[in-house]
């Protein structure tokens, strides 16, 4: 992601979400995040995770391959009030991080993903093969964030 880089986070505190498998993690169009309210299929501000698993040996190769980067889909949820029971979680923990102020489609995302890894590799961290990939609505405007978890 060009706008900020991927960076170091340590989640302190889980973050909430309602399992919503229906959920489409790449969509297209205006509205996307403005469109959620609470009692009609998610909470006000449209706040949407994703978990993705990524491909064995491509999520350990400093040139993965974009085609085969991105493993299936895991989980999706909309944002809840904690606690939520038998909800999904972005748990605490150290996460590589990187953000942009838009909202990106299924290729950005996979390309950004993938200079996070080429950035934690570099760095001879740990990676996990899993992929948090979160929308929100922040400041007036939608953003994109993805978190890699890892261990030194």
Same mark, same amino acid.
Do not use: H
């Given at each position: 992601?060009?706008?900020?880089?991927?960076?170091? &986070? !340590?989640?302190?505190?889980?973050?909430?979400?309602? @399992?919503? +498998?229906?959920?489409?993690?790449? /969509?297209? %169009?205006?509205?996307?995040?403005?469109?959620?309210?609470?009692?009609?299929?998610?909470?006000?501000?449209?706040?949407?995770?994703?978990?993705?698993?990524?491909?064995?040996?491509?999520?350990?190769?400093?040139?993965?391959?974009?085609?085969?980067?991105?493993?299936? &889909? !895991?989980?999706?949820?909309?944002?809840?009030?904690? @606690?939520? +029971?038998?909800?999904?979680?972005? /748990?605490? %923990?150290?996460?590589?991080?990187?953000?942009?102020?838009?909202?990106?489609?299924?290729?950005?995302?996979?390309?950004?993903?993938?200079?996070?890894?080429?950035?934690?590799?570099?760095?001879?961290?740990?990676?996990?093969?899993?992929?948090?990939?979160?929308?929100?609505? !922040?400041?007036?405007?939608?953003?994109?964030?993805?978190?890699? +978890?890892?261990?030194?």
């Amino acid at each position: 992601m060009r706008e900020e880089g991927a960076r170091r &986070l !340590e989640l302190l505190n889980p973050l909430f979400y309602i @399992p919503a +498998p229906e959920l489409d993690p790449f /969509p297209c %169009g205006e509205g996307f995040l403005k469109s959620g309210r609470r009692g009609e299929g998610g909470p006000a501000g449209g706040e949407r995770l994703f978990r993705f698993g990524i491909n064995g040996a491509q999520g350990q190769s400093i040139e993965p391959d974009p085609a085969l980067f991105l493993g299936p &889909l !895991e989980a999706a949820g909309y944002a809840a009030p904690p @606690p939520s +029971p038998g909800g999904m979680e972005l /748990p605490p %923990g150290r996460y590589l991080f990187a953000q942009e102020r838009t909202l990106l489609g299924r290729s950005a995302v996979i390309l950004a993903a993938i200079e996070m890894q080429k950035d934690g590799l570099w760095e001879r961290l740990s990676l996990e093969g899993i992929l948090y990939l979160r929308y929100l609505f !922040e400041d007036g405007g939608e953003v994109t964030q993805l978190f890699r +978890p890892y261990s030194l």
